[in-house]
């Protein structure tokens, strides 16, 4: 299989470099920490609890994309597909604390949260107050019962953004956590990849995948999904992983949520919205009512594609805090 192209410089620069084109997208609303792989929102109100989100590269627009005003504080970001260290995520919510605390979100992978750990023991050594919020969304990487070992995936942007106006408007780390923990309690999403993505570095791909088959419920670095089949029409496939999605938490008839779909890279909107059609459907059948629909990039893994789905069961809380005003390089809403 021939390698994907890629317009890039020196492969080893991309990090720094992406991180020099959000900031002069943003307008002068971010700033990258100091010369280090990070940015952060140059206008922070004095008296807010803070939101650190972060993890590796190579999944724009999560985390950095999310930076902004009713979102996240600020940003460390690893090497591709690799967590950011301790020291980077340390300097980066020092950065960002205005002395009511931090709140740290990011996707449940082992170096992550290692990375975060550490940085939080020191923080706290240093007298700033920490929670963190894993987010472990992907329902096909383990058994309800090891909810724990699931993998954080695109239902990090549902979190991120419940946590994000929470944190705008709640003036205490405690209360921060705890509509962020219902966020990612209420949070289920499923992938589907038809294609590998690759590592910039190297040009590899990440997985191999015939070209006649699927496989349901990948990781967003091509981690194993459940089953690998072939190829068939989208309304089945957007069908079997809705109903895998709502037999998790489980939704039930006269429950509403909000509605993901989410390019994993190389998927069209065309696509995108088919899918999203099936799963209206499918919800409706079942009794459930749909607040609000978000169909785009969230979390990629560069050329990888195919799609995830995620669901989050809503409360009046947790409409709330959703649907609040933001605004960021990859996501706006008045």
Request: hydrophobic share 45%.
């Amino acid at each position: 299989m021939a390698k994907p192209k890629k317009l890039l410089n020196n492969p080893v620069n991309v990090v720094t470099e992406l991180i020099d084109g959000l900031v002069a997208a943003s307008g002068g609303d971010l700033r990258r920490l100091d010369d280090r792989n990070a940015v952060v929102r140059t206008k922070l109100a004095d008296d807010k609890v803070a939101l650190l989100i972060g993890g590796g590269s190579g999944h724009e627009p999560m985390f950095p994309g999310f930076v902004g005003p009713n979102l996240a504080d600020g940003a460390p970001c690893g090497e591709v597909f690799a967590a950011p260290t301790p020291d980077l995520v340390l300097d980066t919510l020092s950065a960002v604390d205005r002395g009511r605390g931090v709140l740290m979100v990011y996707g449940n992978y082992a170096g992550d949260n290692m990375n975060f750990d550490i940085a939080a023991e020191l923080a706290e050594e240093a007298g700033i107050v920490t929670r963190t919020v894993r987010v472990w969304d992907d329902v096909a990487a383990a058994p309800l019962d090891r909810i724990t070992d699931r993998r954080g995936i695109a239902g990090d942007f549902f979190v991120i953004k419940v946590a994000g106006g929470a944190a705008a408007e709640l003036k205490d780390l405690d209360d921060v956590y705890r509509v962020a923990v219902k966020a990612r309690d209420n949070t289920r999403s499923m992938g589907v990849a038809l294609a590998a993505g690759s590592i910039p570095e190297t040009g590899e791909r990440t997985f191999e995948l015939p070209e006649d088959e699927i496989e349901i419920g990948m990781g967003a670095h091509g981690e194993p999904g459940i089953a690998r089949r072939k190829i068939t029409d989208a309304d089945a496939i957007a069908e079997e992983m809705t109903d895998r999605i709502l037999a998790d938490l489980p939704f039930s008839s006269g429950d509403e949520v909000a509605l993901l779909v989410n390019n994993l890279g190389a998927t069209t909107c065309m696509e995108m919205l088919i899918v999203a059609r099936k799963v209206h459907q499918v919800l409706a059948k079942r009794g459930i009512a749909v607040h609000r629909t978000d169909v785009g990039s969230f979390l990629t893994c560069q050329e990888m594609a195919g799609l995830s789905i995620t669901l989050m069961k809503l409360d009046d809380e947790l409409k709330r805090y959703l649907d609040m005003p933001a605004r960021s390089f990859a996501y706006s809403r008045s």
